[in-house]
Each structure stands twice: as structure tokens, then as C-alpha cells.
């Protein structure tokens, strides 16, 4: 690749092993080897960062991966680009495949906008461009006051549909809800097959906790009030509060789980952009099952498949689950069989050049529309 005047640095922010498959892969495409840095918890639990060779003047790469523990990996990252920052490095990109805390992007009740305070935290460290992937919601991308590159998998995950399943012009494209309908549209319509939404699907509700919600409004009885004057008191009276006939919202009722589209006699390839909690997709793959479907897989950006999802999905109905190397999670596929991995090291080295030698990035998103 070409040098500009200065050099280019590419660093592994993470401590743990594992999650530096990608960086070492990133680094071989590019021809580069990563850069020296120490990155370590102390006795304490205190993250320190030592960078080991001259960054002055230099366009630093940081790649930083989620492992099991989220919020060191975040302290990981400030850290370090906050030392190449005093290091009086040109230029700071962060490389951070999934971001983390995208999930909790909205308000919800007394909650906090975390990816909010996540994003001002990154720029305040010093962070001068972030290339990311598939964000939860495109929106995360104006929390930044630096530029944002959200690169899409699908390309990679539309290719392993069309080389490792043989019959897959046979396959529905499913929507595990409505709510990702949309996503299950794009990669219909690009595989030119068609769609099904699972609808009534139990989503997650809202505590019933005493917090004030249900509280009625405000009633005070009105009464006859004295004033009393004095040479040297005044008493103000508020005026009388009645009752406010505020519209009730009527509670949602969820209808029976029912599938939107024919999948008898069909693969079913359900998609989404991140998989966790692998409840809802063991669901959705009953469901599929009861109506026909003779093969099932499940197709996501963001494998952290936390908890027991592993052994979840070895029990269910799911033939394959395929997910991308964006987090580590080699030790989940130990414990299960169907899990596969696509490798998306090349559009993220490929960005990292072109970046690095001032070309557009458009190429990378071309084909891509707003719904992508």
C-alpha cells in the first residue's frame, strides 16, 4: 500500500488473546505488522497502556474488539487513544467492529442514552475517525462530532448464502419480527427470493414496578379559603386543583404467533444484526418448524451469543447459526457445532487503506440504500 508523509501505525488495543485474531488478519492483508503496545489490567483492576515505539506525526489505527468484558475493552480503547493523542499523533481512527452499548441508542424510562455518552467519551479521548460495522441503529452515527464509517456485512453473509447452501433458491427470507422486516427485505430482494414476518412474537414488556406511572392525577377537594391579613405576614393561596381528564393509551394486546408468508417445504434463513439472547430465535424456529419449514438458519452481523446460548441452540431447531468475526467467540463454538463464522477482515482492511491513503470510501458502500 502507498505511504504518505508520516506512516501508518495499526495497533491491538485488547488484552485478551483472542480478540486479536482480527488485528493480525488486518495486519497481514495490509502487509503491516501491528504495532508494539502493552496492554494490561493491574492487581487492582486498573487497565495501563504502554506504546512501545514512536507514533509522532503518524496516522494510528486502533482495533478494537468486544470480548466477554465490555466495559474494559471500552477503558482499553480510551486509554490507548488518549496516549497516542499525547503522543502527538496526526491522526486517530478507531476500528471497532461492533460498538458497543448500541442496544440502549433511545430512552427508555428513567434510563440514560449510553451509546450517547460513549460516543462524546470516544471524541473527547481524541478519536478523529471511527470505522464500525452494521450499527444497531444507523442513527448512533450523529451522537459522533467526528466522521463515521458504518460498513455493512450483508455483502459477505448474501455470498455465503450463495456458495455454502445449495438449494437456497428454494429459501425464505424471515423476519424474526417486524421490526427487522426491513433488513429481511434487503437481502430478499438482492437474492431475488421471498419474505416471511413472524408476527406476535412476545417481545420484551415493561416493568410493572411502582414508579409513578399509574399514579392518578393530582385531586384536591376544593374549599372555602380565609386570608388573614397583617401589618407584617401575607399569605398567598394557590388556586384549587381539580381532576385532569387525561386519554388513556390502551394497553397492546400481542395476537397469536402467527407467520406472514409461505415457508412449507422451504429453507428458512432468518437475519438480523445482532444475536444475544437466543430465546426469540429458538421461538422463531419452532414456530417456522410447525409451519413447514424443513431447514432453518440464522444469519446475524454480531455473534455475542452471551450466557447459554450455545447450548440453546445445539437443543433447537436451528441447523446453522452464521455470524461474523466482528466479536471473538471462539470459545462459543466449542461448546456448539452449528455455529459458523464469516470473515469480514477484508472490507475492514480495505477501509483502513483507503483512509489511510486519502481515496473515497464510497465504493465500499456502493449498492447500499437507506435501509440497509
Known sequence: MNHTEGGLVIFSANSHPSSREISKRIGERLGVELGKVQVYQEDNRETRVQIQESVRGKDVFIIQTVSKDVNTTIMELLI???????????SITG?????????????????????????????????????TMDLHQKEIQGF????????????????YIQEEIPDYRNAVIVAKSPASAKRAQSFAER?????????????????????????????????????????????HTLPSLCIVCVPVLIPKEKPPITVVGDVGGRIAIIVDDIIDDVDSFVAAAETLKKHGA????????????????????EESAIDKVVVTNTIPHEHQKLQCVKIQTVDISLILSEAIRRIYNGESMSYLFRHIGLED
Open 80 to 90: 490507548m487513544v488518549y496516549a497516542c493523542r499525547t503522543s502527538c499523533a496526526r
Open 95 to 131: 476500528v471497532v467492529p461492533y460498538f458497543p452499548y448500541s442496544k440502549q441508542c433511545k430512552m427508555r424510562k428513567r434510563g440514560s442514552i449510553v451509546s450517547k455518552l460513549l460516543a462524546s467519551m470516544m471524541c473527547k479521548a481524541g478519536l478523529t475517525h471511527l470505522i
Open 144 to 159: 459522533f462530532n467526528i466522521p463515521v464509517d458504518n460498513l455493512r456485512a450483508s455483502p459477505f453473509l448474501l455470498q
Open 191 to 235: 437474492l431475488r427470493l421471498g419474505i416471511a414476518v413472524i408476527h406476535g412474537e412476545a417481545q420484551d414488556a415493561e416493568s410493572d414496578l411502582v414508579d409513578g406511572r399509574h399514579s392518578p392525577p393530582t385531586v384536591k377537594i376544593p374549599r372555602n379559603t380565609h386570608t388573614h391579613t397583617h401589618t407584617h405576614t401575607h399569605t
Open 294 to 313: 424443513y431447514k432453518i438458519f440464522v444469519m446475524a452481523t454480531h455473534g455475542i451469543l452471551s450466557s447459554d446460548a450455545p447450548k440453546l441452540i
